[in-house]
């Protein structure tokens, strides 16, 4: 685990409305480098709206986003790409007509390093290799299951060599032993010097994997620090009381 | 380069120019007159495709360039006597700066709104030339026979204007083939199947998509003004008739959209059809009706066209056929 | 160039703008209802010209055969969607252009074969009407009052019935309006017919003004193109707004340039509406 306290990503008084509607609150954040830095929240929270403003999918309406010290906050989704922040969707959208290895070294090209084709073929077969596809490389992207697609945005993402890598809800729709998986992959990437920072519903995975946690719910923070603190934060058990499926599952203890 | 090494692509090549020799070969007009006008199509198709299929902007009004070079060209041959091959290289340049400068603003309008512009700027050019008087307006402009002299008579100049076109053609699919198998192409592709995941990695979309458009205006420039040169006579309404670039786009449909080899065998396909409806009497006038009843099969039944197809069902073949 | 001159040509062009409305509504609705853009717009536009032109060969008055004009419309209408759109619809842009547009070239072929390529006309008179020294035609007026009768018709169905409403529903929102126990596929089906309708109709209100033939089609289809871009995609009073500017524009530009350069000024607006207003003047749908 070396993380040393260089802030490598800082999200200072981000809000973002959308017409009436205020889906994020003054977010102030800072990830350190090396870190795995938590995000949760109940449904609807703004934690994909977060990463859609750190990612430059849309502007925010007020606030800065600082990327390497740098202020990154109007640049273009592919401005943040080629500063080394990649990105996985919540709902993955791969690149349907190419095969699996056409969208990885697809990642490789256009990330970070900007690689020409055949040193992106490289990265992009070992990057296969590493998330488990290497028996589908030239099945189309389409007809992968849900599981594998998941391991192909993160393929993909990986492939650009980022610096800081966004995971949005990488989990969802997997069973236990593919979240297994996923979860070592996981710890491998952070071992490899990559900053993550993870969107997650799943509560023992992402307490178990953070450094750091930080929860929104309706676009504002309501705690961050350690798993430990968070989850004894009771204003964190409140919001997720208001969510009668992590209510039940309190009183199951499975939480 | 990555491609050159490639043995399919020598072998299209290969296979084209042969396809190209043989009225030359066999020293048949007939077959030759043929294979220009295949070849013509093959070269819109392919330019089409390029815009199209790469990038997955359907450019419905794309014949425009045919005209603007056609016009371009034959102003150029028969005010000034420049060459034609430089007439129609002038004509090529002339109309891929029209593209560019159109389609900075253009290119930011999305789906069927980027395909009403294409044919809304194609009606303009059209209406435009057609009111344009120092261009010929409404009659057009013809070469005296004389014109021809330059080029040791109108039968070799006919001659000649074929193995232009079979150049431009080779041109056109080698630098198709270049495009799909460079990073270049792949930042496209990755446009067509989701230009906002494409952002997200990496791809500049906006300079992507304005850079594979004026390439494509490149091509039916050129084919426009050979054509038009050889024609003797260049009106608005054949300069830029959108009908045409409907065709064309039925024949990489037919042959297999994103594909290299999928315009040319549209465009061959297509052609061989059309001809023999014409010529067969009972179904001369049918001929319109069949072509679009093969259209509506091939875009419910078969999207992906006849390359496409293959390629799906013979996955082992799907690395080698481009 | 006076002021009656221009009085004169304004309220033709004022009329003309009325039908080229309805005309243009059709292709809206269709694509406010499925975004789809129905390419074979032009055709059932010159279907309408001959079936009139049939029916008054046949002795039926033209205006009455409005009505059966009516009906073959919404009947073509719901066919040619179960045919070529239904299985379709949900996939991109270029597969349902060139699936109507296979529409259209099977339509225009067995017109041609049917009719061949000759201008017709109607033998239509009717009297006109003077109001100082502004003439008004007398099949202008008619055409007028039928547009607006069918466009208040339209609107009264849109907006009052039942079905009217399940169709804004599915232009809306198909998936919730399918919740809602909405047959959304006969409403798509429904929702075509009136698009074709509307543009038979309009061919039929256009051959008792002017001389046709099979191929007049393709100029009005761009006309309506223009004119739906103008009004708003989707926006049927935007259409009819843009339909009436169009026919002014037409009719009075021409007082100061030649006829042949207004095609030029519409496309130039048509190209410029779409790179800085493209959801028209009334808003998109």
Known sequence: MNTNDAVIL????????????????????????????????????????????????????????????????????????????????????????????????????????????????????????????????????????????????????????????LLDEVLAGLNPHEISDMLTVIRQIR????????????????????????????????????????????????????????????????? | MHTLKSPFFWIVLIVLSALAALPVLTNSTAMREDMFLILMLMILASSINIIMGYTGYVSFGHIVFFGLGGYVAFFLTREFQVHFVLAALVGGICASTIAFLIGLPVLRLRGAYFALATIGINEAFRAFFTNFEPWGGSVGMFFNIAVYDAYGGAKNAGQLAYYAMVGLALVTVATSFLIKKSRFGLGLMAIREDQDAAMVLGVHPARYKVITYTISAFFPAMAGAIFFFKNGLIEPGPAFELHRSIEALVMVMLGGYGTVTGPIVGAIVYERLRGFLITDPTLSNAHLVIAGVMLLLIVLFMTAGVVGWVRQRVPALRRYLE | MNLEGLLASSIDGLMLGFVFGLMAMGLT?????????????????????????????????????????????????????????????????????????????????????????????????????????????????????????????????????????????????????????????????????????????????????????????????????????????????????????????????????????????????????????????????
């Open chain 1, 10 to 165: 800082r999200v200072e008084n981000v809000s973002k409305r959308f017409g009436g509607l205020l889906a994020l609150d003054r977010v102030t954040l800072s990830v350190k480098q090396g870190e795995i830095f938590g995000i949760i929240g109940p449904n609807g929270a703004g934690k994909t709206t977060l990463f859609n403003v750190i990612n430059g999918v849309y502007p925010p309406t007020e606030g800065r986003i600082f990327f390497r010290g740098e202020d990154v906050t109007n640049l273009p989704p592919y401005e943040l790409a080629r500063r080394g922040l990649a990105r996985t969707f919540q709902v993955v959208r791969p690149l349907g007509e190419l095969t699996v290895r056409e969208n990885v070294i697809a990642g490789a090209c256009f990330g970070r390093e900007h690689l020409p084709l055949e040193k992106a073929e490289r990265i992009a077969d070992e990057m296969i290799e590493f998330v488990g596809l290497g028996a589908r490389k030239e099945m189309l992207a389409s007809k992968l299951n849900v599981a594998q697609k998941k391991r192909l945005e993160l393929a993909r993402a990986l492939a650009a060599r980022p610096i800081v890598l």
């Open chain 1, 191 to 255: 071992e490899q010097g990559i900053t993550i920072l993870m969107i997650e519903h799943l509560m023992h995975a992402i307490m178990n994997l953070s450094d750091r946690v930080f929860v929104l719910d309706y676009g504002a923070q309501i705690a961050e620090g350690t798993p430990q603190e968070v989850s004894n934060n009771p204003r964190v058990i409140e919001a997720y009381l208001g969510d009668p499926d992590v209510a039940r599952r309190f009183l199951e203890g499975t939480v």
């Open chain 3, 29 to 285: 609705l269709i694509f406010g209802v499925m975004k789809v853009i129905n390419l074979g717009h032009g055709p059932f536009i010159v279907m309408g010209m001959f079936a009139i032109l049939v029916m008054s060969q046949l002795g039926i008055n033209p205006y009455l055969g409005l009505v059966v004009v009516i009906v073959m419309g919404l009947v073509t209408g719901a066919i040619v969607y179960f045919v070529a759109v239904h299985r379709v619809i949900n996939a991109p842009e270029l597969t349902t252009l060139l699936a109507t547009f296979s529409v259209n070239m099977m339509l225009i072929g067995a017109l041609t074969i049917i009719f061949s390529t000759s201008p017709r006309g109607l033998d239509l008179e009717l009297p006109s009407f003077r109001a100082g020294a502004v003439t008004v035609l007398g099949t202008r007026l008619v055409a007028v009052l039928v547009a607006i009768a069918v466009t208040v018709i339209l609107y009264w169905f849109l907006y009052r019935t039942r079905i009217g409403k399940s169709i804004r529903a599915v232009a809306n929102n198909r998936d919730a309006a399918e919740l809602m126990g909405i047959n959304s596929t006969w409403v798509l089906a429904l929702s075509f017919g009136i698009g074709t309708m509307l543009a038979m109709v309009s061919g039929g209100l256009l051959a008792t003004l002017f001389s046709f033939t099979v191929l007049s089609g393709a100029g009005l289809e761009t006309k309506s193109f223009v004119i739906v871009v103008l009004g708003g995609l989707g926006n049927p009073t935007g259409a009819l707004l843009g339909g009436i500017i169009i026919g002014l524009l037409e009719s009075v530009t021409t007082i100061f340039v030649p006829v042949s350069w207004v095609p030029v000024f519409e496309f130039v607006i048509f190209v410029l509406i779409l790179l800085f207003r493209p959801t028209g003047l009334l808003g998109a749908r």
